[in-house]
């Protein structure tokens, strides 16, 4: 698969082959659907549990002897019946995690790769960089690349590419390793530098 590669002003240096085994695949919509979802459903955290009188905390000691003190026998302070005790018939935290086989994850973001080249969503640059981290540097490169809604994949994270993009609207920057399904099917292009490019075949190669 031949891409284009070009300078952050736009202008084309030359046309390089992709890695078919990474870009060139058959796009398979299904199991990209199957991993988003997966992937979505690992980040949510069950917070909707409470503590029962064995996962509050304290009330580990008798609070007094089971006989002759003419109070009713306890064996906690954290009884559901006491104030600040644990609650009666509690639900647990819910478990919203599905598993991704990692081969499975690795097709899914080989499809969405070799779908994003299809239908030239995919920019590949030879190298991104600014002198000084300033939002409006960054702007420049982006109306350059005719760009907005943009996710941009680097090999190294540079401080004054954070810097300058973090303000700036759907616009994204992770690196090569940290790429994930959901970041690239949420933005309209994908910006990616050539070394960025070199990781990803030999991570997913």
Partial sequence: MKVDIRK??????????????????????GLVHQVVTAYLSNARSGTKGHKNRSTASGGGIKPWRQKGTGRARAGTIRSPLWVGGGKT???????????????????AIKSILTSLLKNKRL???????????????????????????VLIVVNEKQTNLDLASRNIPKVELITAEKINPVSLISHENVVIDTAGIKKIESIYG
């Fill in 123 to 149: 920019i590949v640059v030879d190298t991104l960089k600014i002198d000084e981290p300033k939002t409006k540097e960054m702007s420049k490169v982006l109306k350059s690349l005719e760009v907005d809604d």
């Fill in 89 to 107: 018939f509690t639900s647990d935290n819910q478990n919203f995690t599905k598993k991704i086989n990692k081969k499975e994850y690795k097709t």
């Fill in 8 to 29: 952050q002003d736009n202008t084309k240096l030359e046309s390089i082959d992709l890695n078919k085994t990474v870009f060139g695949v058959q796009v398979n919509d």
